[in-house]
Nanobody, 127 residues
Framework: QVQLVESGGGLVQAGDSLRLSCVAS????????MGWFRQAPGKEREFVAT????????GYAEFTKGRFTISRTNTKNTIYLQMNNLKPDDTAVYYC????????????????????WGQGTQVTVSS
């Protein structure tokens, strides 16, 4: 089992920045790609960003448009999502996810590719 704990959410104003963190524990060494998803009220959970175990491959949703950056620590058990120039449309619960399939350079954008999920952290952006 892998446990994922997110932190770093909060209430900010449009144009501000936030950095989300996700720490993996348990059998974290069994995971490969990790990613961030988000879910706004009344909407489906959507892909935000993904990073390979090696850290050298990343992928982003179009709406991030260079505002968001995903990164991973050398120990591989923590990922971050740096979010700049936040907009009210970014308001959502942000979830961390980890997958055990694929290879060290795999990245995934689909929810079904991930085995483990965190509880989420709320991000609220006021206008």
């Amino acid at each position: 089992q892998v446990q994922l704990v997110e932190s770093g959410g909060g209430l900010v104003q449009a144009g501000d920045s936030l950095r989300l963190s996700c720490v993996a524990s348990g059998r974290a060494d069994s995971t490969n790609a990790m990613g961030w998803f988000r879910q706004a009220p009344g909407k489906e959970r959507e892909f935000v960003a993904t990073i390979s175990w090696s850290g050298d491959t990343t992928g982003y949703a179009e709406f991030t448009k260079g505002r968001f950056t995903i990164s991973r620590t050398n120990t591989k058990n923590t990922i971050y999502l740096q979010m700049n120039n936040l907009k009210p449309d970014d308001t959502a619960v942000y979830y961390c996810a980890a997958g055990t399939g694929g290879s060290l350079r795999s990245v995934w954008t689909r929810r079904g590719d991930y085995n483990y999920w965190g509880q989420g952290t709320q991000v609220t952006v006021s206008s």
